[in-house]
């Protein structure tokens, strides 16, 4: 088999690139080594910037997304149970972001990928890319107790951060960055209606919790907790209680509790690998970097890296450039570190550290409360919040 681009991974990250490159005419195969079932079935992400929207807009994949996503012109903050509004539209010109969940956004991709004749060979095993320093890569792979192989021009990795495409960068070229935090977020899944129409990060002595949602009739809720959390001692009750007093009594009395049908700790983590680039093998997405996820920049970073790839290989088989895919490391880089110095930030504000005195805890709230008062403090928040332009 021979393409232009092979793709490492089914994510948003690989199958947005496999889309873009297909409204350019560029040929790609996607080899994803699992299911599409769990692909799609894995709850992850739920907040799009509006990059993000408005590329689902230009690869025409946002009709149900224009339908079911809820348009959030702000955000909230909350401090020990008091709340004040960040209004995102009027302190940015303009921009917003959409509540539309990852497991819907795949639902999008995968089924007009099949209407495109987009390829996809799911459950791929032992995925190796091969030669990739070289003019002519090659992947091999299992399937069904077959070997096979897929020559290309070029592979890119969207394969996440326990992928194999980063782990064929020479160790002594790649640098890596990391940041992993004492606590994890327990969340849960209901279907209850939201308690706010917009989501509320909450800042309390107890530690983080954030009231977020799917859809008006589904709501996602976390708590800030040990990563070593069993989720057995987590009964729905006691979430819900833990959750009321974190978000303060303005809140509680709109939250509607109800069964979960979804409950997981996910250990936060700050992580960048350099260089995005080695040869003809891309990184893009987790594959690359993993932020936490307050202020929900997952996501949207994969789908600014897979826009720089998509045009810098667009140009390539366009007209022989190799501009854009020698600039595309540090081009995406550049916008990655500002990602993850806000989620950093914004985790650092809003969270408990165990290692936190009566002085930090007052820098915390001081902070918040700078933030409160300030517009040109909001104006900062806020155009992180949508996104920050790609450059
Ligand atoms: C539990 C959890 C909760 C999250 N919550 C949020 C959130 O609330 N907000 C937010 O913005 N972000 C969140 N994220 C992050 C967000 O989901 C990711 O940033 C996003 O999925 C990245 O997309 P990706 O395509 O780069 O990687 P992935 O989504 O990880 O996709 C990689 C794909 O590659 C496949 N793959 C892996 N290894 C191989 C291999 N060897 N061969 C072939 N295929 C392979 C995987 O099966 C997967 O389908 C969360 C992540 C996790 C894990």
């Not at 399937?143 to 996440?160: K, N, P, S, V």
């Not at 326990?162 to 990391?178: D, M, N, Q």
Request: hydrophobic fraction near 40%.
């Amino acid at each position: 088999m021979r393409t232009q681009v092979a793709i490492i991974g089914a994510g948003p990250a690989g199958l947005l690139l496999a889309h873009l490159l297909h409204a350019q005419g560029v040929d790609a195969v996607v080899l994803e080594n699992r299911t599409r079932d769990y692909v799609e079935g894995r709850v992850r992400a739920g907040v799009l910037e509006q990059i993000t929207v408005n590329l689902m807009e230009k690869l025409g994949l946002n009709q149900r997304m224009r339908r079911e996503g809820l348009v959030h012109t702000g955000t909230n903050l909350a401090i020990d149970g008091e709340i004040f509004r960040i209004d995102m539209e009027e302190l940015t010109g303009g921009s917003t972001v959409m509540v539309y969940g990852q497991q819907e956004v795949m639902r999008d991709l995968f089924e007009s990928a099949a209407e495109r004749g987009i390829k996809i060979i799911f459950e791929a095993k032992d995925v190796q890319p091969h030669g990739v320093e070289t003019a002519r890569p090659y992947i091999t792979w299992r399937q069904e107790g077959a070997e096979h192989r897929l020559d290309c021009d070029f592979i890119a990795g969207c394969d996440g951060y326990h992928g194999v495409a980063r782990g064929a960068i020479p160790a002594h070229l790649l640098k890596t960055y990391e940041r992993v935090y004492p606590f994890g977020w327990l969340g849960i899944l209901a279907d209850v209606p939201p308690a706010n129409h917009e989501l509320i990060y909450a800042n309390h002595e107890r530690g983080f919790a954030l009231a977020s949602m799917r859809s008006s009739t589904r709501s996602r809720y976390y708590v800030q907790c040990p990563v070593d959390e069993n989720l057995d001692d987590w009964p729905d009750e006691r979430f819900w209680d833990e959750v009321c007093l974190r978000l303060g009594p303005e809140v509680a009395p709109h939250v509607v509790r109800g069964p979960s049908f979804e409950k997981s700790i996910a250990p936060l983590r700050s992580f960048v690998s350099e260089p995005m680039r080695f040869g003809r093998l891309f990184l893009a997405g987790d594959a690359a970097h993993i932020v936490p996820p307050t202020g929900a920049k997952g996501m949207n970073l994969a789908v600014s890296d897979v826009i720089m790839l998509g045009e810098a290989f667009g140009d390539y088989f366009d007209s022989g450039s190799t501009a854009g895919i020698d600039h595309y490391s540090a081009r995406a880089l550049a916008r990655v570190w500002k990602a993850e110095r806000f989620s950093w930030w914004f985790t650092s504000i809003t969270h408990q550290f165990p290692e936190m005195d009566g002085f930090a805890r007052k820098m915390q709230v001081a902070e918040l409360n700078y933030i409160r008062g300030s517009r040109a403090a909001q104006v900062t928040l806020a155009e992180n919040y949508v996104g920050l332009p790609l450059q």
